[in-house]
């Protein structure tokens, strides 16, 4: 009895550390931390994530982020903690046959989850599903009461609501997971419990969302929102891999499946359901760990030996054995190629930061402020932004920056131009800046991902900010501009319009600020690529007047939006000569383009496509 007591709360303590940021990150300069503090200032300010704030993220992307706030910490925390108490709670239900020294064994692969947090997250959906499976099929049924058992179904299934206003991946993952519960409670006679898996779940996600400061009228706008940008994901910020870890991630998963299947004692019906959130929680692992390949795959292979692990609480076979050696093999070659760091360092590193962080935390309850305030003004010494008047956003993706400098933010929705993956969503950028709440100030920086055509990410906003701002300082690679006390409208004129094939060599026609809306449509296999994997990559080769050539990356959707093509802008200093008369810019104009496919066969593009050739005044940016 004692070691069963024992092993239960080592493995309640394990997890708690896992999940729980009792020593979280501070702020920092760079890509990543910069959205991390950024949505943390959003709801520290009673922004409306769907309407203000547009991410891949939601208001409690500090549990998946775990970067530290003073108006998010509480949030984080208590977050934390309630989805750990339910994966614990989740595991021993599962496990609730097993001898003691069982929980001391699943103690020892969670000690490896402190880089695999999607994993983690992403697990408990699973466990789920797996647990649903259990009720239906539970020995002994009539010891549950039936309010026991209505309970049991209403707490498995609360902690859905929060996992949605983590990350927009989650969202898809829970309703999936929802949709498959709920058709196997019906498909078994259990009305009750079919209709508590979806109550719950609604009722949670209501609750924590009023938790977070956020008014319930933008709920909708944030579920929709986040679907949106989510389906965008894949072709802007695809990335190639190692096609060798896709190969045996697929073949554990295989095995998984095909371990599934072969139960005979499993009924039709259970080994349906079974396979179905199996499949779900392998796939969703695929697309977010493989879709942007490198520094992301250690995802699949974790939730492969996660996966691997819980099937022995479902059904006994020898399998199993092999299975878990598989998926240990799995986790192992493709962990090994991104963490770089051994057992027992990730041993010593995630509990000895759990420790000190619980222990500062009682002694000092000020620590962490203290901490936040520090590294926000190491921040702000670093980059020595003047203090300005009125509003002021940043462009593209330094919101460290400005955040840490005590001007007032102002972000436009989607605040992280590499994320502007479709028109829908730069126009929404653009009428920001031509809304009554457009930003006074706009600290601009060129600084493209994956070697993006420079103008294309937020392009479309660039004529507003070319027309209705002034410069008036350049430092450090940063270009302050102000808006204009009298603001022009903004209406590109369409010059012309264009069919071409791709690999066709494509003159433009002569203008100082030559824009474009380029429409290329995946096939149907394209599309295929796009929901189960990743479309091929496409490519611009620009001709420039001087006779040198460029090649960057184009991505679709985002090229369907406005950008500017010609002259060719590649930093900061070349972007500040556009609101120069003397045109230093003329060996950057480009001549023609060549847009084609990043492998020679392409069966992921339409071969012909469109282009809309527009310009604007440029007197209207001088005046």
Partial sequence: MLFDFLSKLMLLLIIMCMFIPFSPKMPAPGIDPSWALGLNQAVAQGLAFGKD????????????????????????????????????????????????????????????????????????????????????????????????????????????GLLVLIKGSMLILCMLMLILCFIFFLTNNEKKLAFICLASPTVSIIFFWLMAGQHLSSLPAYLISTVWIASGFTEAMSTNGNANEVILYLFTCLLILLAISWQKKITIGAKIFLLGIYFVFLFVSFKTGFTRHVGHAFIPGTSALLATLFLPFIFNSRVNALLILVSLNSWYY????????????????SYSSAWHGLKSRIQDPDWLKKNFLFTVNFLRDQTAFPRLQGTTDIYSYDQSYLISSQNIWSPRPIFQSYSVFNPGLAEKNKKHLQGTNNPDNIIFKIEPIDQRVPSLEDGASWPLLLVNYKPTLLTSNFLFLHKKKHPHQVNLTLLKKEFHVLGEHVRLPKKQLLFVEINLKPTIWGALATIFFRPQQLQITLQLKNGTTKQYRLVANMARSTFLLTPLIENTDEFSMLYEKDNKLN????????????????????????????YIDTGKIFS
């Fill in 53 to 160: 704030i547009i991410f891949t993220l939601g208001p409690y992307s500090s549990l998946y982020t775990k970067a530290y706030h003073p108006a998010t910490d509480f949030l984080m925390i208590s977050g934390c903690l309630s989805l750990a108490i339910s994966y614990w709670i989740c595991l021993l239900f599962l496990m609730r046959r097993k001898p003691w020294y069982w929980f001391l064994i699943y103690c020892v692969p969670f000690l490896g989850m402190i880089y695999a947090r999607d994993s983690l997250f992403f697990s408990y959906p699973l466990l789920a599903g797996l647990i649903s499976y259990q009720i239906i099929f539970i020995e002994n049924r009539a010891m549950l009461a039936n309010i026991y058992l209505l309970l049991l179904v209403f707490f498995l299934f609360a902690p859905f």
């Fill in 334 to 349: 493709i962990n090994s190629h991104y963490t770089g760091i051994s057992l027992r360092d990730n041993f010593i590193s």
């Fill in 587 to 614: 060996d950057k104009t480009v001549s023609s383009i060549i847009i084609t496919t990043s492998q020679e066969i392409n069966w992921h593009w339409n071969n012909t496509y469109t282009i809309n050739f527009k």
